[in-house]
């Protein structure tokens, strides 16, 4: 036997990391697309706007062969009995005969139109979501009203957006006059009549299915007929939303992903009452505003949520077997490209967000699998969120 230098030894390491976390998650989205949920594109689409990883799974199987990554799965299955490892149907059948999974690029289809004209943009909220798509749409030329509990917390909104306006600036990427011209656009407000001329309403508050209604019954008395409502709801159900108010066809939801100034893609997700035409309108306003749209229906995690978080929680685990969080976070950006090793990334999204879409995806697909990680569970407890506590997986100044 040949004898591995220290570098090969690290190398191995790395790639076996790499293969146990990322190979499940190639899996899962083979799953999505042999169960129809979305389509080919959309899948990776959704991979590559909300996360940044340079291809998407279905691409990656592709290049990979499915027959070698059926053959890891195969392997891995033997070890664990996990059905979450258990290579898809359709990954045996492109294995098999060689077909390719990918989709093309979108362009087969016209582009979307916007159907009803949309000014101004009302955003419900003063949260990091709220914020980042607020400036999101300032800065595509819409008005915008933001709304909230607190003025001291709309303060901050605008505060945080022309922060972030003049970072670019010092990079040389805008201007005064432009970061002028887009928080001029910017009206804040304490009391929702404020939205009443609002073409559009982006619902960005607590993830708690009792308060978005109560916001949703309120829209439905303030805004003007025709308007859009949409929630960035990640986990709740958004038909029960359209059900609250009298115009169930008006309200759409639009899940935008963190930073949403920098992250391309939003989720458009459609109930069965949900209008062509909204649909449509939502998905030009995206063009507009230079984001990527895939196609949702309304179901737990949507695409990205319901192929990122298994992978996250796997993660937690394979912390938990003994394998170091570092090695693992470095594992992932060095060998699956990601931008973000799964500890990191956990920080920014919050150990509470990701512990409770975790727990919906669980209850939904009722896959054991699923099941949240003891340590997630026990650092919400202790109330080591990530970046926002100070402290998460890994601990910042
Ligand atoms: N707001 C505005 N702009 C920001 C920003 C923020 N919060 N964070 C970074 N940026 C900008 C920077 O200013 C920089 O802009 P320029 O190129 O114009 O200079 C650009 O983004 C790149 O930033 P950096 O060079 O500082 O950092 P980076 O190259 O490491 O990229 C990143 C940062 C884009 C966030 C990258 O790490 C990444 O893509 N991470 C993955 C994030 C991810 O997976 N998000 C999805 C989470 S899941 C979710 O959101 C859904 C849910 O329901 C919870």
Redesign the pocket.
Known sequence: MTALTNDQTATGAEEQISATLVNPYLNHAVRMLEAGYATATDIDHAMRF???YPKGPLMVIDELGAATVRDALAARFAETGDHLHQPADLLEKAAAEGLTLAGGEAGDHAAPQVRRPVATVGVVGTG?MAS?IV?VFAQSGYDVVVVGRAQEKLDAVVTGIAR?LE??IA?G?SDEATKQAVLGRITTATGREALAAADLVVEAIAEDLAIKAELFTDLDRICKPGAILATTT??MPITELATVTGRPQDVIGM?????????KLVEVVTTEHTADHVDETVKALCAKTGKVAVSCGDRSGFI??AL?FPYLNDAVRLAESGVDLTAIDAAIKERAG???GPFE?LD??GND??LA?QQELHREFGEPGFKPAATLEAKVAAGELGRKTGRGFHTYA
């Open positions: 909300g996360c940044g990091t980042g400036q972030s970072r670019a990079k990427r990640s986990s899940h935008f992903f963190n930073p949403a100034p920098v992250m990205v949520n990122l990601f931008p973000m990334l920014v999204v967000v990701s879409i």
